[in-house]
């Protein structure tokens, strides 16, 4: 049974658009939210979080948007640049309950492919 | 700037042989984890530890043992390795944090059992 849920396995997007990923959860012990990208044959980088006392953080072109109530983050690229290909992975966790110690559960990834 | 380290980063092996990765981090990171990639699976958590000489079950414990004799080290062996085990393996590591635990991966090792 997916807690996390990533439902795009892939999303083509031009260059200099907006990229919108999305991520859905079942667990409502979650309360820490990740975003992770990942190029061919290296391991996921951490990109931007979200704690469950916000519902929006930003880090210069990412933005992350959580809807608790949905049980359903987002994570916003703009402008979507050539890099920007790559997975990105949504994780969770529940750290009040469990501290952060038994690590994360990840969605099964979306491909994002930033076209010229 | 090593960060996470994992050794070997290729290996293939032949059913029923056994091997060990390893996993070093220079953080000084107190949890440690093994998480396994295999396609249009995500990363599934295979054993983590919370500190030196602790270990624990993940989602997909099975044929797999973890040792963490030193704080810096986590340990993954394969007693008998199998078909069904080949996949990508991240180490990764993380320090207990109130405000969110962001976990820190390594660069993966990748692993045929033929």
């Known amino acids: 049974d997916q807690q996390v849920k990533q439902n795009s396995p892939s999303l083509r997007v031009q260059e200099g658009r907006i990229s919108i990923l999305n991520c859905d959860y079942t667990?409502?012990?979650?309360?820490?939210f990740l975003w992770y990208k990942k190029y061919p044959a290296e391991g996921p980088t951490f990109l931007i979080s979200i704690s469950s006392i916000k519902d929006k953080n930003e880090d210069g072109r990412f933005t992350v948007f959580l809807n608790k109530s949905a049980k359903h983050l987002s994570l916003h690229i703009v402008p979507s640049q050539p890099g920007d290909s790559a997975v990105y992975f949504c994780a969770a966790s529940a750290l009040l309950t469990g501290g952060g110690a038994d690590g994360l559960t990840f969605g099964k990834g979306t491909h994002l492919i930033i076209q010229p | 700037n090593a960060g996470v380290t994992q050794t070997p980063k290729f290996r293939v092996l032949k059913t029923g042989q056994s091997m060990t990765l390893l996993c070093a981090q220079d953080?000084?990171?107190?949890?440690m984890y093994w998480y396994r990639q295999d396609p249009g699976m995500g990363l599934r958590l295979i054993h983590y530890s919370v500190g030196e000489g602790t270990t624990a079950k993940g989602e997909v414990p099975d044929g797999y043992n973890v040792s963490r004799l030193k704080k810096q080290n986590f340990l993954l062996g394969l007693e008998s390795a199998a078909p069904s085990q080949t996949s990508v393996y991240f180490c990764a590591s993380s320090r207990p944090q109130r405000s969110g635990n962001t976990i820190y991966f390594g660069e993966g090792s990748w692993l045929t059992v033929v």
């Open positions: 953080m000084n990171h107190e949890y």
């Open positions: 667990n409502s012990m979650f309360d820490y």
